[in-house]
């Protein structure tokens, strides 16, 4: 079974200009979730889809990040403008979804640097 | 802020040994997860555990949870090089968001 597929896996830019990061989930799984993991720390939720609905983007700092999952399948987390503090590796998962909690599988990240 | 934090942040044992890690975390749960991450395979699932269980065992792990200490441990017996990673707990409240802790840094010397 193929796993959560990333891309870029690697991602340099500087301060203000803006990044995409692309993400393909488990065929099947309902639920896509982001998360922006700094070193040193564990993952942080910043959003989470169910089908292409948004459950939770409490965390999400919306005056510069945006989300989408059009057709419920693949999903892109958008940057506009970059700031320092973003430098990160940023995860997507996706589970199963439903009334119960699942196993999230998690993508191998992509690596963001803001100069 | 995150909710859970492991103890200890950082650990060196060597091959064969056993590791033990620790995880408080501060409201109530539904159950707790513990994932690791190493630059090889990424952030992978072990195991789950409810909040009615107490105990529970895969393989060379074994994960308790005390909802009452709101603390839970990971641990892992007879300890390889390829155990090298970090370990990660995971908590889901009532909204099953999972929120993770800090990790613990785990270094298996051969």
């Known amino acids: 079974e193929a796993g959560v597929a990333q891309s870029p896996r690697y991602k340099i830019i500087e301060k203000r200009q803006s990044v995409a990061f692309w993400c393909n989930p488990i065929s099947g799984h309902a639920t896509l979730y982001w998360y922006q993991q700094i070193l040193g720390q564990g993952p942080k939720l910043l959003i989470q889809f169910q089908n292409n609905g948004v459950v939770d983007d409490s965390q999400l700092p919306k005056d510069r990040f945006s989300a989408e999952r059009l057709k419920g399948v693949d999903s892109t987390l958008k940057i506009q403008p970059a700031k320092l503090e973003d430098s990160a590796v940023y995860l997507c998962?996706?589970?199963?979804?439903?009334?119960?909690?699942?196993?999230?599988?998690f993508g191998p990240g992509t690596r963001l640097t803001v100069l | 802020s995150q909710q859970g934090e492991e103890d200890p942040q950082a650990l060196s044992i060597q091959e064969g040994e056993n590791a033990t890690m620790n995880c408080s975390y501060k409201?109530?749960?539904?159950?707790l997860q513990w994932y690791r991450q190493n630059s090889g395979r990424g952030l992978v699932h072990l195991i789950l555990i409810r909040s009615n269980e107490r105990e529970k065992h895969s393989g060379r792990l074994r994960v308790t949870l005390d909802t009452s200490k709101k603390s839970s441990s990971l641990l892992i017996t007879a300890s390889r090089a390829a155990d090298t990673a970090s370990y990660f707990c995971?908590?889901?409240?009532?909204?099953?968001?999972?929120?993770f802790g800090s990790g613990t840094r785990l270094l298996v010397r051969p």
């Open positions: 409201t109530s749960i539904n159950n």
């Open positions: 998962a996706s589970s199963l979804g439903g009334t119960f909690v699942n196993e999230q599988f």
């Open positions: 995971a908590s889901t409240d009532s909204s099953y968001k999972l929120i």
